[in-house]
């Protein structure tokens, strides 16, 4: 059930997705008060209850991490969509139903008999909103696409890493997450315009298309240049000094958009004389003499320790800050303000913490606590006897 009473409390969605980018989405919507009814295939149910970690009850019993995860809050109910019993509830649901997510490859509701032109005519109010590797459209719609896929294809895997070494994946699934997040912003608009014309409409987001909206200014080097942007490590492509430093016992991050945070920097580490210094007086100056530059910042860096450095930056308010871990997140104590760590209270596992909503609203409460992950079609009975079914 829904966590409050959020802006999109009385919301019922159907959401016919699994592993990422589609539950994300969907958690998003259920984070924002809306109730979410998760469809699975029967018997094994979402492809990410399989996946680890793994966290294990006193009673021996094992559930995935990943899924709860992503799916706190949430209802499930099993329905094989090619059976005419489990047809008639998933229709009954859409009759109800203000938004219906899906996330299979292009071509497959179609295959159902539940693509959106079909949809639209017996549900004019829905909102059909499709999440994919490449859209509804185009001639890779019919691919297949996983998150590796998308960053790979998209160009943020040629951009990350170091100059030289092998292609690097981004650490967290930014193919699946942003798609997730421009399709709860297409929802969200459509909701707003269907309060203006009755109407629903498809929103169609793709994997692809999301990491080319978040490359940044690449393009626009690519475009101004015509040099094709490649890996530059921890740095800025166009601002110095902007990146990860060596200290005496650890690194630092550091970054200095302007002139005056750079002479900031320049005395907090006793070199006001780098302002006056034609390689490093102005930030144009400073990316051509990025190497120069970083050599010397780090060369007094390592004279003290990360946190004696950090204490020194911060004073002067220059943005700073440590190269946390995860453990090192889950402590800290803005993140623990920000209520970013909340508890879910899975009924077999206890409490378990994991990440919160970054989404933080005047008008509704912000709990710490969230209601667990529903078990495989655990919630059948009660949403048949609702419906009427």
């Known amino acids: 059930m829904p966590i409050s009473s959020g802006p999109f409390y009385g919301l019922l969605v159907v959401d016919l997705t699994r592993v990422l980018a589609g539950p994300y989405c969907a958690l998003l919507l259920a984070e924002l008060g809306a109730r979410v009814i998760k469809i699975e295939p029967p018997g094994k149910g979402d492809d990410s209850r399989h996946y680890g970690p793994y966290l294990t009850a006193k009673s ?13 809050g949430k209802e499930s109910i099993a329905l094989d969509l090619k059976s005419d019993a489990d047809r008639q509830i998933f229709e009954a649901l859409l009759g109800k139903a203000d938004v219906l997510i899906e996330n299979y490859r292009g071509g497959t509701m179609e295959k159902l008999a539940y693509g959106y032109d079909v949809l639209k005519e017996r549900y004019p109010r829905l909102i059909y909103a499709a999440v994919s590797g490449f859209g509804h459209t185009g001639p890779y719609a019919m691919r297949p696409a996983y998150d590796m896929i998308a960053q790979a294809m998209g160009g943020v895997m040629s951009l990350t890493g170091h100059p030289g070494a092998p292609p690097v994946r981004v650490g967290t699934s930014t193919g699946d997450l942003t798609a997730a997040l421009f399709a709860t912003i297409g929802i969200s608009a459509a909701l707003y315009e269907r309060q203006q014309t009755g109407r629903g409409q498809k929103v169609d987001v793709a994997m692809l298309d999301s990491q080319v909206a978040v490359l940044e200014n690449a393009i626009s080097r690519y475009v101004a240049s015509g040099e094709v942007p490649g890996k530059l490590g921890n740095r800025h492509p166009s601002i110095a000094p902007f990146a990860t430093f060596a200290t005496k016992d650890g690194h630092i991050a550091l970054a200095a958009g302007n002139d005056a945070l750079f002479s900031r920097i320049a005395e907090v580490l006793g070199r006001a004389e780098w302002t006056s210094d034609p390689r490093f007086a102005t930030n144009p100056e400073r990316v051509r003499h990025v190497d120069a530059l970083t050599a010397q910042i780090e060369a007094v860096l390592r004279t003290k320790p990360s946190a004696e450095w950090l204490a020194l930056l911060q004073a002067a308010e ?38 919160g909503n970054p989404i933080k609203l005047s008008a509704h409460a912000d709990p710490r606590t969230r209601p667990p992950a529903p078990e495989l079609d655990g919630d059948r009975a009660r949403i048949l006897k609702e419906f009427g079914l």
Request: proline content about 10%; charged content about 25%; aromatic content about 4%.
């Open 60 to 72: 021996g019993k094992t559930k995935s991490g990943y899924f709860i995860s992503v799916n706190r």
């Open 318 to 355: 220059v943005p700073c800050g440590p190269l946390n871990d995860v453990a090192d997140v889950m402590a800290d104590p803005q993140v623990r303000a920000r209520n970013m760590i909340v508890e879910c209270h899975d009924p077999d596992l206890g409490p378990i913490r994991m990440q």
